[in-house]
């Protein structure tokens, strides 16, 4: 396909579990992005890949949460027992290569309830 | 820290009108970037702007980037429902890396 591909697209997980959520993206971007949107509100960075090296992973809010792209290509966002305040639209992005000031292109998004 | 604000937070406003939203940031930057997301859907780009004085057009959308002011403007001319949907801006500090968003503008055009 010619966009980013995220799935799944819902995801509903009891307290405790662990989730992992795939994102593919455009062919050829070497930049790749994790955010997390609450409802209602922005998205907020979690973590950046170019290539398969993650070069920013500031914004991940517990040691929970794990992120890798180890051939380049697709990345899994993982969450490790998961609490009720992990629930939200988690989105990835991928451009074409950092510093060249293009836009992120975004997938549809992973909806994540947990109960 | 960065922060990047935008007003107003949700626009009610009738098919045919003008209007202006803004999107302020605390930090110095050259590159910023507008999307819209419609409901359930993912963010689609609307403009990039990558110097001050920057202006962008698209149909009934403008956007201009101020960044000694750190303000950008959206301006939707003549609004029709078509255009209802949520706007966020979002800054680049570290050219091409995160991006920082602005909480969003839901707008909502009426008949």
Same mark, same amino acid.
């Given at each position: 396909? @010619?966009?980013? *591909?995220?799935?799944?697209?819902?995801?509903?997980?009891?307290?405790?579990?662990?989730?992992?959520?795939?994102?593919?993206?455009?062919?050829? #971007?070497?930049?790749?992005?994790?955010?997390? &949107?609450?409802?209602?509100?922005?998205?907020?960075?979690?973590?950046?890949?170019?290539?398969? @090296?993650?070069?920013?992973?500031?914004?991940?809010?517990?040691?929970?949460?794990? $992120?890798?792209?180890?051939?380049?290509?697709? *990345?899994?966002?993982?969450?490790?027992?998961?609490?009720?305040?992990?629930?939200?639209?988690?989105?990835?992005?991928?451009?074409?290569?950092? !510093?060249?000031s293009?836009?992120? #292109?975004?997938?549809?998004?992973?909806?994540?309830?947990?109960? | 820290?960065?922060?990047?604000? &935008?007003?107003?937070?949700?626009?009610?406003?009738?098919?045919?009108?003008?209007?202006?939203?803004?999107?302020?940031?605390?930090?110095?930057s050259d590159r910023l970037y507008w999307?819209?997301?419609?409901?359930?859907? +993912?963010?689609? +780009?609307?403009f990039v702007l990558l110097s001050n004085g920057a202006v962008k057009q698209? !149909?009934?959308?403008m956007a201009s980037l101020d960044t000694k @002011?750190?303000l950008s403007t959206? #301006?939707?001319?003549?609004?029709? #429902?078509?255009?209802?949907?949520?706007?966020?801006? $979002?800054?680049?500090?570290? $050219?091409?890396?995160?991006?920082?968003?602005? !909480?969003?503008?839901?707008?909502?055009?009426?008949?």
């Amino acid at each position: 396909g @010619a966009g980013v *591909s995220q799935s799944p697209r819902y995801k509903v997980a009891k307290r405790g579990q662990d989730v992992a959520l795939r994102c593919d993206p455009i062919s050829g #971007h070497v930049s790749l992005f994790w955010y997390q &949107q609450a409802l209602g509100q922005g998205p907020e960075f979690l973590t950046y890949f170019q290539n398969e @090296a993650q070069l920013d992973k500031s914004g991940l809010p517990s040691d929970r949460f794990f $992120a890798e792209r180890p051939e380049g290509s697709v *990345s899994t966002l993982k969450i490790q027992r998961t609490q009720q305040e992990d629930s939200a639209v988690y989105l990835c992005a991928s451009s074409l290569r950092q !510093g060249w000031s293009q836009p992120q #292109h975004f997938g549809d998004g992973t909806r994540l309830s947990i109960l | 820290e960065l922060k990047v604000e &935008q007003n107003p937070l949700f626009l009610s406003m009738q098919e045919g009108k003008n209007y202006t939203i803004y999107c302020n940031y605390s930090t110095t930057s050259d590159r910023l970037y507008w999307y819209r997301q419609d409901p359930g859907k +993912s963010l689609e +780009s609307l403009f990039v702007l990558l110097s001050n004085g920057a202006v962008k057009q698209e !149909g009934r959308l403008m956007a201009s980037l101020d960044t000694k @002011a750190r303000l950008s403007t959206l #301006h939707i001319t003549a609004a029709v #429902h078509d255009l209802s949907a949520t706007y966020f801006c $979002a800054v680049d500090i570290n $050219a091409g890396n995160m991006l920082t968003f602005g !909480g969003g503008t839901r707008l909502m055009v009426k008949p």
